[in-house]
């Protein structure tokens, strides 16, 4: 059985760093495509960062620069770095995993598997 553990939000300042890790079990972690998802409020959940089993990597428009995904599969942990931390990024955030490369990688559906999320805020 897939299972993914959150970990690693917390709240800082507007400019401040964190690290978020997702370590997972029951599968082959290096085979997945892997994701951060965050979810603000009255908002709908959306895509952050993908990674994929080749190592390749895309980021939303909105985090380009700031933040880093990556892996140990060694641990079998899915990071995200966080820099240069902004009032909007405030949100859970969720890691999740797919079997198979997702057509719309950025679309939540295509994720059966979930963390239970952590939470991020920022304050000015």
């Known amino acids: 059985q897939v299972r993914l553990v959150d970990s690693g939000g917390g709240e800082v300042q507007a400019g401040g760093s964190l690290r978020l890790s997702c370590v997972g079990s029951?599968?082959?972690?290096?085979?997945?495509?892997m994701a951060w998802f965050r979810q603000a409020p009255g908002k709908e959940r959306e895509g952050v960062a993908t990674f994929d089993s080749s190592g390749r990597t895309s980021y939303a428009d909105s985090v380009k620069g700031r933040f880093t995904i990556s892996r140990d599969t060694a641990k079998n942990t899915l990071y995200l770095q966080m820099n240069s931390l902004k009032p909007e990024d405030t949100a859970m955030y969720y890691c999740a995993a797919a079997r198979f490369t997702p057509v719309r990688p950025w679309n939540r559906s295509a994720y059966p598997y979930w963390g239970q999320g952590t939470q991020v805020t920022v304050s000015s």
């Open positions: 029951g599968y082959t972690y290096s085979a997945y495509f």
